[in-house]
């Protein structure tokens, strides 16, 4: 089993610094981060009951990809490119629906059945001799866990996702997860800074003293944070039936215990679960959520998430589930103002790098894990835009092979 960073030794020497400056506005850095992490790395979708019946269907864009996620008529859950094999058109601009027997593509009207395969071109005899069987929809790598649904667009270096969370499983097992429904729409807010500064935020629990009332009232000293190992990542804070100065907390507290048949340990627990490089998936006795990051400029960050509940859900459970997202909803608005200001300083000449805290150890694992796979981000001193790529390149080549200053 995995050990995370909580259980490993922590070295008082531990380099305290986190990426330069320069890795959060770099256009050059930006295009290799879409192509060597969203592009290649799995990406929390959705779940199984957002496609609940045949021709369900629901789309999410990632960086530059943009993935069409369907239920077939044979029950399966697949997932595609959302580019039409004709022109490359969005088979469909809906965020989610239901398709009643074929992908229409809204530019010339190619047909697509609900298993990807080309069912028809318009105007057929206009192509000559039209070979189907080669113009289907281009599937993408998809994994069902605990009735999540994680997708990919190329093969990357990480393992299935099974193996990844394999550290949480026997954990999140009591939970049920895989018989969740939503709870409402998915969200999405688009944020004026690099996607880089959101997760930085929220990958420590350092800031919450200070900066979430709410959550410090709810949880308070009981917080940690087990940084990144092996590209996962898990927090958690505890909380006891007496707590509560804050009026939504205190009613939360009185109302949340979750089922009867969760494990006592979990019922006055909040934990989150991180997925290398951009996903958190929070766990509460009443709900399950999960919200990540995509960038669509470098100073632009699309954030979405959606939030799941217990089919049979009670009355009191709902309003539990009410006030914490709530608490959460605060919490958020907090992190989004401390995403600017961060992000801000990283343009300014007076900006000398983090200095980082034992207690956000999850932003220097988190920039560690970065560096790996984009080890260009080690270098202190910004690169000219056109070489960012190359030296990247040369810097994953074995020691020895190159010197890069
Ligand atoms: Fe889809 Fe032409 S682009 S039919």
Redesign the pocket.
């Known amino acids: 089993m995995t050990m995370l960073a909580r259980d490993l030794p922590l070295p008082a020497d531990w380099d305290r610094s986190g990426l330069p400056a320069w890795t959060y506005h770099s256009v050059a850095l930006l295009e290799l981060e879409k192509r060597k992490l969203f592009r290649t790395h799995w990406q929390l979708a959705g779940h199984v009951s957002d496609v609940p019946a045949a021709g369900d269907f629901f789309t999410v864009d990632i960086a530059d990809d943009r993935a069409l996620v369907a239920r077939g008529d044979d029950g399966v859950v697949r997932a595609f490119h959302n580019l ?1 094999r ?4 969005r088979v469909t601009a809906e965020r989610r629906g239901h398709c009643q027997r074929a992908f229409v ?1 809204p ?4 047909t697509y059945n609900l298993d990807g395969t080309l069912r028809g071109a ?1 105007q057929p005899q206009s192509f000559g001799a039209l070979d189907r069987s080669k113009y289907g929809l281009k599937p993408i790598g998809l994994e069902i866990w605990m009735g999540f649904i994680f997708i990919r667009f190329e093969n990357g270096p990480q393992p299935a996702v099974a193996q990844l969370m394999a550290h949480f499983a026997e954990e999140l097992a009591c939970y049920r997860l895989e018989a969740v429904v939503p709870a409402g729409a998915p969200s999405e807010t688009v944020l004026p800074v690099n996607w880089k500064s959101v997760r930085d935020v929220d990958n420590e629990g350092y800031h919450v003293a200070m900066a979430h009332p709410a959550l410090q009232d709810l949880y308070g000293a009981t917080y940690f944070d087990q940084p990144y190992v092996n590209g996962v990542s898990r927090s958690e804070g505890r909380y006891a039936t007496n707590r509560g100065r804050l009026w939504s907390v205190r009613a939360y507290v009185g109302l949340s215990s979750g089922p009867l048949w969760l494990a006592e340990d979990k019922r006055r627990l909040w934990s989150y679960f991180g997925l290398f490089p951009n996903a958190v998936l929070a766990v509460t006795p009443e709900s399950v959520q999960f919200y990540q990051e995509f960038p669509l400029a470098v100073d632009r960050t699309l954030i979405r998430g959606a939030v799941y509940r217990r089919p049979d859900e009670t009355r009191s459970d709902r309003l539990a589930r009410y006030l914490a997202q709530r608490i959460d909803r605060e919490t958020y608005k907090e992190d989004i103002q401390l995403s600017v200001w961060s992000n801000e300083s990283m343009k300014s000449c007076g900006f000398d790098g983090f200095h980082l805290s034992d207690l956000e150890r999850g932003v220097r694992s988190h920039h560690d894990h970065l560096r790996a796979v984009l080890p260009v981000m080690r270098l202190e001193k910004q690169p000219k835009e056109t070489e960012v790529a190359a030296l990247n390149e040369k810097m994953l080549q074995p020691a020895g092979a190159h010197t890069v200053t």
């Open positions: 039409c004709h022109r490359g058109s593509c530019f010339h009207g190619w318009a």
